[in-house]
């Protein structure tokens, strides 16, 4: 029996043919739900860039913190674009631990990562996950977990980190964000990081060419492209800058932007 065969977790009729970007960061994480194929990915791009584990665990601590911060400002629904594998401090996990009645709607492309989602919310009833691709708008606002849990006309997290990269320059990133701000209430917040090459960690042209093997290609943007996906928001403090440098936890140290990589901002429709 083949690894994949054996695997409960991965749901029939998925495509696990090529390794996605969700996997990949699975195992950057330290997590169990990835294939040979994507770790033999993220191997070449350890080896090409020894501190991309780093990166991604910066992220996904920046996600904490950025879950942790809305729910202080009063926000008490989240739409997770790009959200992936479940892994330590889930979107849902963070601000339900501060009120168990807030509300989650995950939305992922990589069917491994919607099922993963599915199976831990079965008995979660303020949480959903759905499988659609983050740029069909239409779809994602109008489907039936988003219509259930996700009142527009209340302050909603609109949640994008790591997920611009992904997205190729037709349709244009700043019309899809676009398209959820006009959707969503004044107070709402929106939060993103992106690659670029702008900083050292990540520009190795080997990176981009490495992830064309995966279903997830990848697409750098400078600072003034990522600050022109915040249009309709008032980015706030610090503004745009790099995962580990928004709002870090006390005690922790400022981290280099060449060494951070990644670009992170909130901002709020006002
Ligand atoms: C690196 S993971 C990030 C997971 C989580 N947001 C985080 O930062 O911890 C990026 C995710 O974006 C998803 N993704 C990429 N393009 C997408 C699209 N157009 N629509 C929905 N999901 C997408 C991938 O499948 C992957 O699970």
Redesign the pocket.
């Known amino acids: 029996m083949t690894e994949q065969e054996g695997a409960d977790w991965i749901p029939p009729g998925a495509d696990i043919s090529r390794p996605?970007?969700?996997r990949i960061?699975d195992y950057l994480l330290g997590g169990a739900h990835n294939l040979a194929a994507d770790r033999a990915v993220a191997q070449r791009l350890e080896a090409i860039q020894p501190q991309v584990a780093t990166v991604a665990r910066r992220?996904?601590a920046f996600?904490r913190r950025v879950v942790r911060f809305m729910v202080e400002q009063g926000v008490r629904q989240f739409l997770?674009?790009?959200?992936?594998?479940p892994t330590v401090g889930n979107v849902h996990e963070v601000a339900q631990a501060v009120d168990p009645a807030a509300r989650v709607v995950y939305?992922?492309?990589?069917p491994v990562?919607v099922a993963h989602s599915l199976l831990l919310l079965k008995d979660n009833p303020n949480a959903e996950a759905i499988e659609?691709?983050?740029?069909n708008t239409e779809v994602v606002l109008k489907s039936e977990p988003v219509r259930r849990l996700i009142d527009l006309d209340e302050p909603v997290g609109l949640?994008a980190?790591?997920?611009g990269h992904?997205?190729p320059p037709e349709p244009a990133p700043r019309t899809v964000f676009a398209a959820y701000r006009d959707a969503l209430a004044s107070g709402s917040y929106f939060a993103l990081?992106h690659l670029t090459n702008d900083f050292a960690v990540l520009r190795d042209p080997k990176i981009a060419e490495t992830m064309r093997s995966t279903q997830?290609h990848i697409y750098p943007r400078t600072r003034d492209e990522v600050l022109a996906l915040f249009e309709g928001f008032e980015l706030v403090e610090p503004g745009l800058t790099t995962s580990a440098n928004w709002r870090p936890d006390r005690l922790a140290a400022v981290v280099d932007p060449e060494e951070d990589g990644l670009y992170a901002g909130v901002g709020v429709k006002p």
């Open positions: 996605s970007a969700a960061y992220n996904r996600l997770d674009l790009g959200s992936g594998i939305v992922d492309y990589e990562a659609a691709d983050a740029t949640l980190v790591t997920l992904y997205l990081t997830d």
